[in-house]
C-alpha cells in the first residue's frame, strides 16, 4: 500500500512548550518509557536548536559525496 506523507504544522516552539507543561501535569507517565508528552518535547527541542550539541563536522567524510533531498526526490520521480 501506498502512502502520502506531507508536512504538518505542530505549532510555535511556545506553543509545543506550553502544550508538554499542560500534558506533564494532566498524564505525567511517571512509570511509562514514553510518556506521552516525550515526543512533543523531542519535536521542540530539535526545532528550537537545543538538542543540537555540536558543531557539524561533515568534512571529515571528504570521500563520500553528499546528496540534497530535492536531488532524491527528482530522481524518485523520474524513476517512476
Known amino acids: ?33 514514553f510518556p506521552p508528552w516525550q515526543g512533543m518535547q523531542y519535536m521542540r ?8 550539541l555540536q558543531k557539524l563536522d561533515n568534512d571529515r567524510y571528504s570521500e563520500l559525496s553528499w546528496t540534497s533531498f530535492e536531488a532524491i526526490i527528482v530522481a524518485r520521480q523520474a524513476a517512476r
Open 1 to 33: 500500500e501506498r502512502r502520502r506523507y506531507r508536512p504538518q504544522w505542530v505549532g510555535t516552539i511556545a506553543l509545543l512548550s506550553t502544550m508538554i507543561a499542560f500534558t506533564k501535569r494532566i498524564a505525567p507517565g511517571e512509570q511509562e518509557v
Open 45 to 52: 527541542d530539535q526545532f528550537s536548536g537545543d538538542a543540537k
